[in-house]
């Protein structure tokens, strides 16, 4: 009977290691970061809760969104995205082009908001500009 319950002890602790495991793999974070070190683009965003910011990483460089909410004609929608840089010296290399993509990208999941880059992405604009 010892034999037996210890045998069913160690199936379901083999069970619990793959169900962590496969968890693990999927677990949003980690692909997130996955993707900024082989600087890949992926956007980490929660369609059905419009208080959790959006994350996306582009060539190497974290960017965070902030969602507000508005109305819109019809409806409550995401108006205004305010988009940060984590760490400002990953910005190094980009160019106005990538920028358009990002934005582009979030305009696509969110289509009445108006996207607005916080400093130092607006000083770079800016700059390109003159």
């Known amino acids: 009977m010892v034999?037996?319950?210890?045998?069913?002890?160690?199936?379901i602790a083999l069970v619990l290691l793959v169900y962590t495991w496969i968890q693990y793999l999927r677990k949003p974070e980690r692909r997130l970061q996955?993707?900024?070190?082989?600087?890949e683009f992926f956007l980490l965003n929660d369609n059905n809760n419009d208080k959790k910011n959006l994350q996306l990483v582009y060539k190497g460089c974290l960017f965070e969104g902030e969602k507000y909410l508005g109305t819109t004609e019809e409806?409550?929608?995401v108006v205004d995205i305010h988009v940060t840089v984590?760490?400002?010296i990953e910005l190094r290399g980009?160019?106005?082009d990538d920028l358009y993509?990002?934005?582009k990208e979030i305009l696509l999941l969110y289509p009445y908001a108006k996207v607005t880059w916080k400093h130092p992405?607006?000083?770079l604009i800016l700059t390109d500009m003159e």
């Open 75 to 77: 409806s409550f929608e």
């Open 86 to 88: 984590r760490d400002p």
């Open 121 to 123: 992405i607006n000083q």
């Open 34 to 39: 996955i993707a900024k070190e082989s600087n």
């Open 101 to 103: 993509f990002l934005e």
């Open 3 to 11: 034999i037996i319950l210890f045998r069913i002890l160690i199936l």
């Open 94 to 96: 980009f160019t106005r």
